[in-house]
């Protein structure tokens, strides 16, 4: 059975965010929230980890899995960025938007679309998420939490426990989260392709 840590959206429980960060480094399954819907997150690389994530998703080989970054300090270290884009990710972060970009070697070859060698990287406006990447030093692999027998992402911490409570080691209570996904923006063609207008504003791509 999962535990569950109720965290407070503005100023997360420093003891808490620890043990949530502790689950992460054991190889937990983390159900936490982000600025735009619940996610599932695990340790980068971790294959037990991220095969309960596929089976709780049903998700294909071709999946897109997405680092969660605190910052754009460490983007460097998983995807290959050139000047344009990191000025337009720069304009876009934090916040919704999860960028598609051509993955480094840093990154396992199960978490990549298998074709293309890509790799989604998403810089998230969430005090809980930013104090578990603070305390966590690395990347959280992640997903959207979306059932593949539902329509939207679930938003309430306590259905998520009811429904995952055999499945994930940990449900991150950080109230309501909405049902809008990010913005999905596709770098690696040497200018940018929205691929999925969702919560972020289009308008905060534009290059400076």
């Given at each position: 059975?999962?535990?569950?840590?109720?965290?407070?959206?503005?100023?997360?429980?420093?003891?808490?965010?620890?043990?949530?960060?502790?689950?992460?480094?054991?190889?937990?399954?983390?159900?936490?929230?982000?600025?735009?819907?619940?996610?599932?997150g695990c340790r980068l690389g971790d294959k037990h980890a991220l095969?309960?994530?596929?089976?709780?998703?049903?998700?294909?080989?071709?999946?897109?899995?997405?680092?969660?970054?605190?910052?754009?300090?460490?983007?460097?270290?998983?995807?290959?960025?050139?000047?344009?884009?990191?000025?337009?990710?720069?304009?876009?972060?934090?916040?919704?938007?999860?960028?598609?970009?051509?993955?480094?070697?840093?990154?396992?070859?199960?978490?990549?679309?298998?074709?293309?060698?890509?790799?989604?990287?998403?810089?998230?406006?969430?005090?809980?998420?930013?104090?578990?990447?603070?305390?966590?030093?690395?990347?959280?692999?992640?997903?959207?939490?979306?059932?593949?027998?539902?329509?939207?992402?679930?938003?309430?911490?306590?259905?998520?426990?009811?429904?995952?409570?055999?499945?994930?080691?940990?449900?991150?209570?950080?109230?309501?989260?909405?049902?809008?996904?990010?913005?999905?923006?596709?770098?690696?063609?040497?200018?940018?392709?929205?691929?999925?207008?969702?919560?972020?504003?289009?308008?905060?791509?534009?290059?400076?």
């Open positions: 059975m999962s535990q569950f840590f109720a965290i407070h959206p503005e100023t997360p429980q420093l003891r808490l965010v620890r043990q949530a960060v502790e689950i992460l480094r054991g190889g937990g399954v983390v159900a936490y929230p982000t600025d735009s819907a619940y996610a599932l095969e309960c994530i596929r089976r709780i998703r049903k998700l294909d080989d071709n999946h897109n899995f997405t680092l969660v970054c605190p910052d754009l300090s460490v983007l460097g270290t998983y995807a290959k960025v050139d000047n344009s884009a990191y000025r337009l990710i720069r304009n876009a972060t934090p916040g919704p938007y999860t960028f598609i970009l051509e993955a480094t070697g840093e990154v396992p070859r199960r978490l990549l679309h298998p074709r293309r060698k890509t790799v989604g990287v998403r810089v998230p406006d969430n005090a809980i998420t930013q104090a578990l990447l603070a305390e966590f030093s690395e990347p959280i692999m992640s997903v959207t939490l979306q059932l593949p027998e539902d329509d939207y992402p679930l938003t309430d911490p306590y259905d998520i426990r009811a429904t995952l409570e055999h499945d994930v080691e940990l449900v991150i209570d950080g109230g309501y989260c909405g049902l809008e996904p990010t913005t999905v923006i596709d770098l690696t063609a040497g200018s940018y392709q929205v691929l999925r207008e969702g919560l972020g504003d289009i308008s905060r791509l534009a290059l400076s």
